[in-house]
């Protein structure tokens, strides 16, 4: 029988990987052969496409090609040119923004260009202007002492780590909360949503010259215009980190006062997770900070990386695809559907349910802690990440919930029907789980007591669930 063309393509790969380091080629195979088998609900995870790993593995790997497109520091990237140049245009028109860079390594990468694009666009002094326009061997000792000064301590506020924004956002053991004076705004107590007046409040006394908006474990929308009317009123550049909900812009769910393009300056955001790209990040920006922006590189990262760019001007061209849209509503139909489930057996979640990809699960309710929730799961078929919820008692290791998101199980074709029975999975792990004890008999964050037959019971269900809707069921590696 005929092998079809990704069958072919990934066999072949790992064959010549195994002429080299067998263990190596045995990693990736064990490695798809553990995806297919794991119910996987970490909400930063997805599953690119075949093409677009397979545009990961090849000749632009091997080169350097520091600066833009048409203007390198290397000579012979006439081909880097154009893959840059295709996800560029794709993301332009994929989101409706002014400009795009395709070059950040990573989600944080992102950032730190934003961060920096910012600071050179707004921050006037002589030694700044004068970096911008000499190279940067030719300023004094007496000019850079004058650039961080001038620099350094502009404030930034951003989304608290315990309320759902990501440790770039002025986390203090980050660089951004280094870089910064950093304030932060929470969520309302009680409903755990923002509240906008607040927000206001915090800007107004604070006066900072970034507003961040954006998350990685807050459950619902982003009133982006009321947040860009904020940043206007204090005179802050405003700023969206949509690293986790990009796939939903994309796909059209979030539009309005919903989709961040329109109303922020700039926009971060990584090229996986939601949208379903290989693993890297992306800035748009508004025209007045395109030519900072595009100084990412030398300015906070190293050379590019050709073989990423151009695996995201295939995911990017897939997600301008009509039924990419379909898949980014079935997201959020599914993390509805999710959590409707653990709500009906008793679940407790962070602001009652969810309008994006993620639900936040507070497993106290449970007796647990995030460490021993997360554990008890993996040890039964469900992979999922600890993540702190606001006011958290149990701090930023041991937490007190569970993040569960639905992109990569909606990418296997799962619909709101199987969202009911992982609910049913979830808690029936988390409400057979007790907490464990240390040696000395104190209570233990970390420890915990599960039955091994209700764990292997639980992994059994999972699998079965999962083998209705295989995972690159193209692929067979024989």
């Known amino acids: 029988m005929s092998l079809n063309a990704e069958s072919t393509a990934f066999r072949s790969a790992l064959e010549v990987i195994r002429a080299v380091e067998p263990r190596v080629a045995d990693a ?78 990573s989600g944080i990468d992102a950032n730190l260009v934003a961060f920096w694009a910012i600071l050179a666009d707004r921050v006037e002094s002589p030694a700044l202007k004068k970096a911008q326009v000499r190279q940067v061997n030719d300023l004094t000792e007496a000019d850079w002492f004058a650039l961080r000064r001038e620099l350094g301590n502009q404030r930034m506020l951003g989304m608290s780590l315990d309320a759902g924004g990501h440790l770039t956002h002025g986390f203090r053991p980050n660089i951004s909360g280094k870089m910064f004076d950093q304030r932060s705004y929470g969520t309302d107590p009680v409903t755990g949503l923002v509240d906008y007046d607040k927000v206001a409040e915090a800007a107004r006394e604070f006066k900072p010259l970034i507003l961040v908006a954006g998350y990685s474990a807050y459950p619902r929308k982003v009133n982006f215009r009321i947040m860009r009317e904020i940043a206007d009123s204090v005179g802050a550049t405003f700023m969206v980190d949509m690293a986790h909900f990009a796939g939903l812009v994309a796909g059209k769910v979030f539009t309005g006062d919903f989709d961040p393009v329109p109303h922020a300056h700039i926009v971060t955001t990584t090229t996986h997770k939601s949208l379903r790209g290989p693993r890297g990040g992306m800035v748009l920006c508004q025209p007045e900070l395109a030519d900072q922006v595009d100084r990412g590189c030398p300015m906070v990262l190293g050379g590019p990386l050709p073989h990423v760019m151009a695996a995201k001007a295939v995911a990017l061209a897939e997600a301008r695809r009509p039924d990419f849209a379909d898949y980014a509503q079935r997201i959020v139909d599914n993390a509805q559907a999710l959590a409707e489930g653990l709500l009906r057996r008793g679940g407790t979640l962070v602001t009652g349910g969810t309008d994006n990809h993620l639900v936040l699960i507070d497993v106290s309710g449970y007796g647990l802690t995030g460490r021993q929730a997360e554990q008890a799961l993996l040890d039964s078929g469900i992979v999922t990440n600890r993540n702190s919820v606001p006011q958290d008692p149990n701090g930023a290791w041991y937490t007190s919930g569970i993040r ?59 699998s079965d669930l999962l083998s209705g809707y295989p995972l690159y069921p193209a692929v067979d590696l024989g």
């Not at 893959?83 to 795009?100: D, Q």
């Not at 009911?420 to 000395?440: C, F, M, W």
Request: glycine letters at 8%; aromatic letters at 6%; hydrophobic letters at 40%.
């Open 28 to 105: 990736i195979g064990a490695e798809l052969a553990d995806q297919r088998e794991s119910l996987k609900l970490i909400a930063s995870e997805n599953y690119a496409s075949p093409a677009t790993l397979l545009t990961m593995g090849n000749w632009f790997s091997d080169k350097y090609a520091e600066g833009t497109v048409g203007r390198r520091f290397y000579a012979g990237c006439q081909n880097v040119d154009t893959v840059e140049a295709l996800a560029a245009e794709h993301a332009r028109e994929l989101f409706g923004a002014a400009h795009a860079y395709v070059q950040p390594h």
């Open 404 to 462: 569960i998101g639905t992109p990569a199980l909606t990418s296997r074709g799962l619909g709101t029907a199987q969202m009911d029975e992982t609910a049913e999975l979830i808690h029936t792990v988390l409400s057979q789980t007790k907490p464990g004890a240390n040696p000395d008999g104190t209570p233990s964050k970390a420890k915990y007591v599960l039955d091994a037959a209700v764990a292997d019971r639980v992994a059994k269900q999972a």
